[in-house]
């Protein structure tokens, strides 16, 4: 469930149950939701984001954060694929709890890239959910919220 989640302010500060609640539950946002991960201290250290954009106004974010082993992901593609289901995951508990739908960004390339040979069944798994679903250059979550957030 959403609200057992740790999640945290950009400050770092614990959000409160009643506040994720509330975010949630505001129609005058659209909720976005990506991963990230980068290697730190030799684990792979995950990051989640929900962002909520008030349109022309600006918008707020909470993260998650956890660790897996090294060797729980010793390819490329085992990763991006860790990233995607943690994204669904966290939208599809949005949509089961509280009836909204975000986007869900990906942190992949249509350039080439290493991730860019990703694109295409990543896409279509979030597709495959429901959740309309953005890549670089427009996956903006994942490719600087939960970025910044997994370092």
């Known amino acids: ?46 990051a989640t984001v929900i962002a909520a954009y008030y349109p022309g106004k600006g ?30 995951t966290i939208a599809n508990e949005i949509r089961d709890e509280f009836g909204r739908d975000p986007e869900v960004h990906l942190d992949l390339n249509t350039a080439v890239h290493k991730s860019s040979k990703y694109v295409k ?8 959910y429901g959740f309309k679903c953005q890549v670089k250059p427009d996956s903006w979550v994942s490719s600087t919220l939960a970025d910044k957030s997994a370092r």
Request: hydrophobic residues 40%; proline residues 1%; glycine residues 8%.
């Open 121 to 128: 069944e990543l896409t279509a798994m979030v597709g495959a």
């Open 59 to 88: 918008g707020r974010f909470l993260y998650v954060r956890d660790q897996a082993k090294k060797s729980d992901f010793r390819h490329l593609q085992q990763r991006l694929t860790e990233e995607a289901v943690r994204s669904v």
């Open 1 to 46: 469930m959403l609200s057992t989640r740790k999640w945290r302010w950009p400050s770092g500060e614990m959000a409160r149950t009643e506040d994720v609640e509330s975010l949630m539950k505001d129609n005058n946002v659209q909720l976005f939701v990506g991963s990230d991960s980068h290697m730190l201290g030799g684990q792979w250290v995950f």
